[in-house]
């Protein structure tokens, strides 16, 4: 199969210098994508600025900002059978990006726009046969709040974590939910592990 996979963050300029961005350090796609790979699938891997090699024989596309992350996903999804989108998205971007670099100041309410929700956009493109799965990064009521974005983003699967996925924190409480209402949750589940049941669940089907 031909598996799409987002990761990282994203960047959303301010000025030239200086920018809006996330602790996202790409690692859970980046593992997504080596697990595809070794399961040989064939792997286009869309990532933000990480500081983390590409595993091997995937196709790595570069991105920095929200809607360069939108064009790339747009661009391959028509040919993917299965999306996974673990990118940390900016939700926000500046109003007005400037285009000098910012002079010292003493106070300044900086104005932040929304940013496209890539993940409902491209499910809503869903053809038969192809399938699209999401996270949820949650920091309180993970199930709940999990379910609200299955449903409203129309996804085939959602995984639910937390922040202890972040930095070197390598574990988290995960839930899997499936758009047929099956859940499989896991009190702590090393992030290698969420990885490697997706791809479990992506060659099952
Ligand atoms: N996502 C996306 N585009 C965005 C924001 C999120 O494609 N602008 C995707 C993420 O890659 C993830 C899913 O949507 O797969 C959920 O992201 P999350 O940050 O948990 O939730 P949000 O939809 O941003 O909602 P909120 O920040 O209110 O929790």
């Known amino acids: 199969m031909k598996i799409l996979i987002s990761a990282g963050p994203t960047r959303e300029y301010i000025d030239p210098i200086r920018f809006i961005s996330n602790r996202s350090t790409g690692r859970m796609g980046y593992l997504v994508a080596d697990y595809a790979r070794k399961?040989?699938?064939?792997?286009?891997?869309?990532?933000?600025?990480?500081?983390?090699?590409?595993?091997?024989?995937?196709?790595?596309?570069?991105?920095?900002?929200?809607?360069?992350?939108k064009k790339a996903i747009l661009l391959n999804f028509p040919s993917s059978d299965v999306l996974v989108m673990s990118a940390a998205?900016?939700?926000?971007?500046?109003?007005?990006?400037?285009?000098?670099?910012?002079?010292?100041?003493?106070?300044?309410?900086?104005?932040?726009?929304?940013?496209?929700?890539?993940?409902?956009?491209?499910?809503?493109?869903?053809?038969?046969?192809?399938?699209?799965?999401?996270?949820?990064?949650?920091?309180?009521?993970?199930?709940?709040?999990?379910?609200k974005k299955l449903l409203e983003k129309n996804l085939d699967l959602i995984i639910a974590d937390t922040p202890a996925f972040f930095g070197e924190g390598g574990r988290s409480r995960v839930a899997f939910l499936y758009r047929d209402g099956r859940k499989e949750e896991f009190e702590c589940m090393e992030r290698e592990n969420v990885a490697c049941r997706i791809i479990e669940i992506i060659g099952g089907d």
């Open 39 to 69: 399961a040989g699938h064939e792997v286009i891997l869309v990532s933000g600025p990480v500081s983390i090699p590409a595993p091997g024989g995937v196709r790595l596309v570069r991105v920095e900002t929200a809607e360069e992350m």
């Open 89 to 147: 998205v900016g939700d926000w971007k500046p109003a007005s990006p400037e285009r000098e670099k910012v002079k010292r100041k003493a106070e300044w309410l900086l104005k932040l726009v929304p940013n496209p929700d890539i993940l409902k956009e491209v499910a809503g493109l869903k053809k038969n046969g192809q399938r699209v799965i999401g996270f949820a990064l949650e920091t309180e009521e993970l199930i709940r709040n999990a379910s």
